[in-house]
């Protein structure tokens, strides 16, 4: 039996182009409502089920305005922080220029954190509370964003080194030829060589459905406080770390200490492991917040 050859990425990252809109809707921002929306739906009914005593669907819906601002602002300037802050000292205009793209999941996880830490404290309730509360409603829309990564074509991983991947058009071998070239090239198989690791698909299983999964069951039962929360930094930071192995690094950065492996993810990720076993370990001996069904 042969194994089946590489795809072609062939989509228009524009899933709806308008006349009165040069830019059109994208299929990204789309994964983005997704995300959002999925994010709502789990969230109310989490909250009809009681699983944030004393909050309502009221309640519900300012965490989740609050966790949408901290997603968009903290992901943007995260990532002018991490991956572009050369770009912004010289134009910090470049900081608001969104339709060139750029958010940082970890700047946006530390603008959840800092709306999750925001509405607690209106609500006088314990941050990991919320936290262990909201853990299970992120990893949808880290999926989505990843089908949006795949779509757009970007952050593509490595060569396969095989006959199977995918052979992605915005990657740097490419770069002067136009697609039709590219698909002449493709359908006679001069193209093979070229396919590279859909790292994207990676993380949106891993990222995604597992820790969806992982998480949803988990928090089925009530869990000491902090081990929801732990969990999430724990299977982020893991799986990242070992997506980033077979991802082509950001070009702007390239990879770190001149070790020809190390990369800006892997080295942002590597505290949420650490994060995530103290967390662990403080759950053992914190108390568990038992539901009060509305």
Same mark, same amino acid.
């Given at each position: 039996?042969? =194994? ?8 228009? @990252?524009? /899933? ?5 809109? @040069? ?50 602002? &903290?992901?943007?300037?995260?990532? !002018? ?10 134009? @910090? ?17 530390? &603008? $959840? ?22 853990? +299970?409603?992120? +990893? ?12 757009? #074509?970007?952050? %593509?991983?490595?060569?396969? #080194?095989?006959?199977? #991947? ?7 071998? %490419? ?26 698909? *990676?993380?949106? /299983?891993?990222?995604?459905?597992? =820790?969806?999964?992982?998480? *949803? ?31 082509? @690094? ?22 949420? !492991? ?17 539901? $009060?069904?509305?």
């Amino acid at each position: 039996m042969t =194994m089946p050859g590489p795809i072609l990425h062939d989509i228009d @990252p524009i /899933a709806l182009h308008l006349p009165f809109w @040069p830019h059109g809707i994208h299929w990204y921002g789309i994964m983005y409502l997704l995300g959002f929306g999925v994010a709502w739906w789990l969230g109310l009914r989490r909250i009809r089920a009681g699983r944030l005593p004393g909050a309502d669907e009221n309640g519900f819906g300012d965490l989740l305005f609050y966790a949408m601002l901290g997603v968009v602002l &903290g992901g943007r300037i995260g990532y !002018v922080l991490f991956y572009a802050f050369g770009d912004f000292l010289v134009n @910090p205009l470049f900081l608001f220029k969104i339709n060139e793209g750029g958010m940082s999941f970890h700047g946006g996880l530390l &603008g $959840v954190m800092m709306a999750v830490a925001w509405w607690s404290l209106k609500q006088k309730r314990h941050v990991f509370d919320t936290m262990d509360f909201i853990a +299970p409603l992120v +990893p949808p829309g880290l999926g989505f964003g990843r089908l949006g990564n795949y779509i757009g #074509g970007e952050l %593509f991983g490595k060569p396969t #080194g095989g006959p199977w #991947g995918v052979i992605f058009p915005h990657a740097p071998e %490419f770069n002067g030829m136009g697609m039709e070239q590219i698909r002449t090239q493709f359908a006679a198989g001069a193209l093979d060589g070229y396919a590279r690791h859909p790292s994207q698909l *990676y993380q949106a /299983a891993l990222e995604g459905l597992v =820790m969806f999964l992982v998480l *949803y069951f988990m928090s089925r039962q009530p869990k000491p406080r902090y081990a929801v929360s732990g969990m999430f930094a724990l299977m982020y930071g893991v799986f990242r770390i070992a997506v980033e192995f077979v991802r082509v @690094p950001d070009e702007q950065i390239g990879y770190l200490f001149g070790t020809g492996w190390v990369t800006q993810g892997m080295l942002l990720s590597s505290p949420l !492991v650490a994060v995530g076993l103290l967390l662990l370990w403080l759950s053992r001996r914190s108390p568990t917040l038992v539901p $009060v069904a509305t």
